[in-house]
């Protein structure tokens, strides 16, 4: 079945660090990939997306592309900021048609 | 404002107790979703709609019931059978149940059971 493994945290950064956080995923066919962002005691909110191999999303400086041939959906952000600090969740939604989640990625900037 | 309530933010319940968590979308999404997040976890998916009067069980629906009588509405009813119900609880809807299709969450209710 639709799998998402993404980078263990906590990760915490100084403000205006580069931010990588990995994602893979196993899944048939052509998934739809998400970044979700879930700040502390909310819902999560669309971050980014990306619906097929080659794609680039982005959203408030943060940015993911779609590799099809190493099956990767990493998120990137040039410069962090103390606001940025959420958890992030990357997912799939494929052959299924349901979002299959990672297990998140708490990040903390410190100022 | 269009957008997805949840009601309470909090909720407590004896152990024994049904309890029923709300949510109201006014998207006019065809599609809605419930998940449960537990502590440094993702989240799992109890049961969804993709149109009313319908609805499936999804990878942990045993001790949860839902109930989608109208389109804008998904009423999750936590039952005395769910054995370890404490959890952060996040209704989600999308325009139609598909590929590519975002969903859009709710704020969530964190149940606690005393």
Redesign the interface.
Known sequence: GDSVTQMEGPVTLSEEAFLTINCTYTATGYPSLFWYVQYPGEGLQLLLKATKADDKGSNKGFEATYRKETTSFHLEKGSVQVSDSAVYFCALSGSARQLTFGSGTQLTVLP | DGG?T?SPKYLFRKEGQNVTLSCEQNLNHDAM?WYRQDP????R?IY?SQIVNDFQK?DIAEGYSVSREKKESFPLTVTSAQKNPTAFY?C?SSIA????????????TRLTVL
């Open positions: 997805i949840q979703y440094g976890q993702g989240l998916l969804y999804g996040l989600a149940g598909g590929l590519n299709n975002e969903q859009f969450f709710g704020p969530g």
